[in-house]
């Protein structure tokens, strides 16, 4: 019961994020070549999610780490290039985060096709991870209407963290266990303080450091 509500949840959330992105990427305005190409890159992560759940629920497993590998590699490369060559933007923040949280998706679903005993093993804590990030994502459109897009670095480290994970135990066959219980830990905290964020900004904010930077800027000045 468990592994199907969470795949029928799972497909979902991606049917959704993938529908919003299209419309995000073309309604975009126009820029330079850099910015197409590099955004480029980011939605190829949305674009092959459908082709990763065709793989994986055809059971072609190899192509689908492989295909997936590259999906978390264009996460660690799009945002360091979009920086380096300076077309950030709020329509590329949104598109990233929308990348990752399919690819994040499309590797869970994975683990509960491949995996299903671990899935039972370690139900409660993907649970707890389930309300927690539905309490971020009911927060934030009760808030603001949308989505939050803050990037923090809890936010990167986590994401790291999960695609490490992930990656590693598609390609060795089984779950680390102590990198697992890392990443649930990190993004836990990623998680609560985002909640925490969405209460504290009245107004809907892209790419915030964190929960301390947001309280520093909001001391009164004049104050330690």
């Known amino acids: 019961m468990l592994l199907g509500q969470s795949l029928i949840f799972g497909c979902w959330l991606i049917s959704q994020v993938y529908n919003n992105s299209i419309i995000l990427f073309v309604n975009s305005p126009k820029h330079q070549l850099s910015y197409y190409v590099i955004n480029g890159i980011t939605l190829y992560r949305i674009v092959t999610a459908p082709l990763l759940l065709l793989l994986l629920f055809s059971g072609h497993y ?33 598109l990233d985060s929308i990348g990752d949280d399919l690819t994040v998706a499309v590797a869970v679903i994975g683990l509960f096709v491949i995996f299903p005993d671990f899935i039972r093993q370690e139900k409660w804590v993907f649970i707890i991870l389930l309300v927690f990030f539905l309490l971020q994502t009911v927060s934030a459109f009760i808030r603001y209407g949308r989505m939050t897009n803050f990037h923090t670095w809890l936010a990167k480290t986590a994401a790291l963290l999960q695609g490490v994970f992930l990656q590693l135990t598609f390609f060795m066959g089984k779950p680390f ?22 209460y504290i900004l009245p107004v809907w904010e892209a790419n915030i450091k964190g929960l301390y930077w947001v309280l520093k800027r909001k001391k009164p000045a004049g104050t330690k």
């Open 62 to 94: 190899d192509l689908f780490k492989w295909l997936l590998g590259i999906s978390f590699f264009t996460d660690l490369i799009d945002g360091y290039l979009a920086r380096k060559f300076n077309v950030t933007s709020i329509m590329g923040t949104k």
């Open 177 to 198: 266990l102590p990198l697992f219980y890392t990443a649930v830990t990190i993004t836990l905290l990623e998680l609560a303080e985002e909640i925490i964020l969405v």
